[in-house]
């Protein structure tokens, strides 16, 4: 007999991964979730709602849910009776020299990206630990596993997200509750259109002009071309996390992108943490025609696409 479908909840529908996400678990073909699919600000559902198609009002809703807001969270939570999967993913980058970034704006990433994961989780976790059963999956990024030059505080929530949940897991498998870091590289979506948005629209007070140079002239055509080269699409990092949250026994990390592999290899291999620096500093500053071409290779298609182990 196949069991009741699994309430799923997801932070962040609006756009990107999330959306494919809801979209995807909720025309699952062995219709095994419910989801709900919850986004800030409620005006931005159409996307979500046309993607949906059929499975819109069945097995899947719209909620409203600001991770950033206790009233939000509590309200929506009100309105589930149980949270079997809950998938944090909502999230916000924040890119630039950081003598030029508010302090507000940095406070905005860590309240968006790491204190709204855990307000969700403290919200969920009594139900679960009550029923003994359920998985928390985090967004989290390759830059929660290595540090990339502009990305300072942004890669500081994804690392505080790595260190929080790996923690967690520990005490959480005496309850039969999984938790599983993702750990996507660039994905093209909203996000990356969201920081170039933010990074035209900004001076960057106070930053000298060499810093500015160096973010400008170098960081940004490398990252720019990170992104066309073996940027990845939300349907494919959905379909990851799909595995995961259908496996029955969900791995702590599960990176999406083969592509992006030989950065974090390179942090494995040494783990005085030189290797990885060292080669990240010179792909960028001194040798980036070999980062193009090391881009181009990768983005030819004729590696594997799927990430080992499966
Ligand atoms: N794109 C990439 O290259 C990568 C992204 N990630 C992570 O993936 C996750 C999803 O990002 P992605 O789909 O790419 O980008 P998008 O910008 O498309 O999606 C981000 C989502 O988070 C939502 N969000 C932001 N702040 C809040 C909030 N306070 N409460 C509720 N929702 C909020 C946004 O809503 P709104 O529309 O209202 O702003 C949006 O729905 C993020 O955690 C990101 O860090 C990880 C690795 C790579
Ligand atoms: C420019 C540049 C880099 C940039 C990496 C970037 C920009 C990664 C982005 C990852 C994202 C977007 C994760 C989201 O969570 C490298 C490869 C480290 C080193 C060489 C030069």
């Known amino acids: 007999m196949a069991s009741a479908p699994r309430t799923v909840l997801i932070s962040g529908c609006s756009s990107g991964i999330g959306l494919e996400l809801a979209v995807q678990l909720a025309q699952d073909p062995r219709q095994r979730y419910q989801v709900v699919a919850t986004m800030r600000d409620l005006r931005k559902k159409e996307m979500l709602e046309a993607a949906a198609g059929e499975a819109l009002g069945k097995t899947l809703t719209v909620a409203q849910l600001d991770v950033c807001n206790d009233e939000s ?70 830059m929660g596993l290595q540090g990339v030059m502009f990305n ?50 900004a001076e960057f007070p106070g930053t000298d002009p060499e810093t500015l140079a160096y973010f400008r002239d170098f960081y940004l055509p490398g990252s720019r071309e990170l992104f066309r080269s073996v940027g990845q699409s939300p349907k494919d990092v959905a379909q990851a996390i799909a595995k995961v949250i259908g496996s029955t026994r969900p791995p702590l990390r599960k990176q999406t992108n083969v592509r992006y592999l030989p950065l974090p290899a390179l942090k494995a291999l040494d783990p005085s943490g030189s290797l990885y620096v060292r080669t990240a500093h010179s792909l960028l500053f001194r040798w980036p025609r070999l980062l193009h071409l090391g881009l181009r290779c990768l983005a030819c298609g004729c590696l594997p696409a799927r990430v080992w182990p499966r």
């Open 152 to 201: 300072d505080v942004y890669s500081a929530s994804k690392f505080a997200l790595e260190g929080f949940f790996e923690s967690l897991a520990i005490q959480l498998l005496q309850f039969n509750i999984f938790i599983s870091l993702v750990e996507p590289g660039p994905v093209v979506t909203d996000f990356e259109g969201k920081l170039m948005a933010q990074v035209s629209a």
């Open 73 to 142: 969270v509590a309200q929506c939570l009100d309105c589930i009776q149980e949270v079997d999967v809950l998938v944090n993913n909502a999230g916000v980058g924040l890119v630039g020299p950081l003598e030029g970034l508010s302090m507000d704006s940095m406070q905005n990433v860590f309240d968006t990206n790491f204190f709204g994961a855990i307000r969700l989780v403290k919200a969920v976790l009594p139900g679960m630990k009550k029923r003994r059963k359920g998985h928390i999956v985090v967004v989290s990024s390759v």
